[in-house]
C-alpha cells in the first residue's frame, strides 16, 4: 500500500508535525508485526514478518510530497523444531529450503511447511486446511531417477492383489518309533488367491535296509483333491541316513511337486521344498525327543489398504490387512534458492516469485531437501523473548512519539490562535 505525505521538513514546526506523524504510524505498524509475530508463535510452521518503509520524494507544482512504501516481508528460511504429535501421517520438515508440495480443491498448487497431514473422508492425504499432499508414484514398486510427475497421495484405490503358493519350505526334525505319526494344518492360497488348508502327516514305516522310512501324505479337505502324490494311496516316502539327513525322496534326489484340485475350479500347484539329500537344510531325522515341525508358505490373499507407513528419506509403503507391505511412492519437495522471497499466502501457503525463483523439486533425504520427521509437526521459528523485548520498545517509542506530537501540535495551535486575534 501507499502513503502520500507531506515532506517534512525539520526547520518548520510544520515539517516536525509531519515527521512525528510518520513516526507514529511507522511504530504502528511495527508494533502491529510484533502483534502478528506474538500470536504467531504457537503456530504450526510459523514465520515471523516484518514491515518496511521506503520513502520516495517528487515535486509537484513546486512543492515537495513524499511517499511512504510499506512492504511486508516475512522471515521464512529456516526450520522450526519437530515435535511430536502422536499422529503417525504428521510430517515435519527438517530442510531449511524445502516445502510440501500441495494443491487445492481446484487443483492449483502451492508449497507449504505446515505437515499436519491425515486421511480425508475420501482416504486422500491432506492437512487441515484442506491442501493435499503431493508425492511421486512409484510403478510396479520403482521410481524415476528424479522427482517429477507430481500425483495427489490417494490411498482410496490401494489393494493389495492375492498371490498364489508357489512354494512350501520345510525346516524341522522328525521322531518316532514305528507307526507313530505327526499331523500339521498349513495354510496355502489357491490360483485365486482363497486360503485352504491342508494337513500334513508325517507317519514312520518299517526301516530299509538298516535306514528309517517315513511316509508324507497332505488330506485335503472341504471335497478337495490331491493329485499324484502325497495323497493316501500314493504317499511320498523319505529315506533317511544314518546321520539323519535324507537319502532319497520317492527314490530321487528331488520331492515330487504338489497338485491338488478344488471343488470350485481353483487349484494349487507348488513346489515341496523338503530339503536337499545329504544335508540337513529341511526334513532330518532326530533320535528322541519331540518331533519339531516349521513350515514356510509364500502367498497371500487380496488386501485392503490399512495405513501408511513414511520413512524419514521420504519413502511410502502402503499396509494392508493380509500383512502386505508395498512401496507406493517418495515424497518430494521443492526447493528454493531464496525462501525469504516466496510470497505468502494465508493458511500457511507460499508461492514462488521472482525474489524467490523457480522451485527444484528434489527427493525427500537428498540433499539440500533433507529428511523429514514423521509423526511430529514444525514448531515455529519466532522466538517469545525476543518478540516480547520488541513489543515493550515500540510501546515506548509509540508513547515517546505521542507525547512530542501532542506538545508540536500544541504550539502550532498556540501560533494559529495568535494569528487569528
Known amino acids: 500500500m501507499s502513503d502520500m505525505v507531506s515532506r517534512f521538513d525539520g526547520s518548520t514546526l510544520t515539517g516536525a508535525l509531519s515527521r512525528e506523524a510518520t513516526a507514529l504510524n511507522n511504530t504502528a505498524k511495527a508494533t502491529n508485526d510484533t502483534a502478528h509475530n506474538l500470536a504467531a508463535e504457537q503456530t504450526i510452521a510459523g514465520r515471523p514478518r516484518n514491515t518496511f518503509q521506503d520513502v520516495y520524494y517528487s515535486h509537484m507544482g513546486g512543492e515537495a510530497a513524499g511517499y511512504i512504501e510499506n512492504d511486508v ?33 481446484k487443483g492449483d498448487e502451492y508449497y507449504t511447511r505446515v505437515g499436519t497431514f491425515n486421511y480425508n473422508a475420501t482416504n486422500q492425504i491432506e492437512n487441515h486446511f484442506g491442501m493435499k499432499l503431493l508425492y511421486v508414484p512409484a510403478v510396479g514398486g520403482v521410481l524415476p531417477s528424479a522427482p517429477g510427475g507430481f500425483s495427489v497421495l490417494d490411498c482410496s484405490s490401494l489393494t493389495s492383489n492375492a498371490e498364489q503358493t508357489s512354494m512350501i519350505t520345510f525346516r524341522c526334525g522328525i521322531s518316532g518309533d514305528v507307526g507313530s505319526s505327526m499331523t500339521r494344518a498349513i495354510t496355502v492360497y489357491d490360483n ?66 504338489l497338485s491338488v484340485t478344488c471343488p470350485d475350479g481353483a487349484s494349487i500347484h507348488a513346489t515341496m521344498n523338503l530339503g536337499t539329500v545329504n544335508r540337513s537344510d529341511g526334513v532330518i531325522r532326530i533320535n528322541g525327543g519331540q518331533s519339531r515341525l516349521q513350515v514356510q508358505v509364500n502367498g497371500h490373499t487380496s488386501g485392503i489398504f ?11 509403503y502402503a499396509n494392508y490387512d493380509n500383512n502386505q507391505r508395498e512401496l507406493i511412492g517418495r515424497l518430494a519437495v521443492g526447493v528454493f534458492n531464496n525462501p525469504d522471497g516466496l510470497e505468502m499466502l494465508d493458511r500457511g501457503l ?15 533425504g537428498e540433499t539440500p531437501a533433507g529428511k523429514v520427521a514423521v509423526g511430529a509437526l514444525e514448531s515455529s521459528t519466532i522466538e517469545t523473548i525476543p518478540q516480547m523485548a520488541k513489543m515493550i520498545e515500540r510501546q515506548h517509542q509509540f508513547n515517546n512519539l505521542t507525547s512530542t506530537y501532542g506538545t508540536v501540535k500544541s504550539m502550532l495551535d498556540k501560533i494559529s490562535n495568535l494569528r487569528n486575534a
Not at 521464512?76 to 530442510?95: C, E, Y
Open 306 to 316: 490399512k495405513f501408511l507407513e513414511t520413512t524419514e528419506d521420504g519413502y511410502i
Open 350 to 364: 507460499f508461492l514462488a516469485s521472482p525474489r524467490s525463483g523457480t522451485a527444484t523439486a528434489k527427493y525427500i
Open 73 to 105: 516481508r516475512y522471515y521464512i528460511r529456516g526450520a522450526g523444531a519437530p515435535v511430536d504429535s502422536q499422529v503417525k501421517t504428521h510430517l515435519s520438515l527438517l530442510g531449511e529450503s524445502a516445502f510440501f508440495p500441495v494443491q487445492d480443491a
Open 192 to 257: 485365486q488367491g482363497t486360503s485352504r488348508t491342508l494337513n500334513y502327516v508325517f507317519t514312520r514305516n518299517a526301516d530299509v535296509g538298516g535306514n528309517q522310512s517315513w511316509n508324507l501324505k497332505l488330506q485335503a479337505p472341504n471335497g478337495s483333491a490331491v493329485v499324484g502324490a502325497y495323497n493316501t494311496a500314493t504317499p511320498v516316502t523319505i529315506l533317511f541316513n544314518a546321520d539323519g539327513t535324507p537319502a532319497s525322496f520317492n527314490g530321487d534326489a528331488t520331492p515330487p511337486d
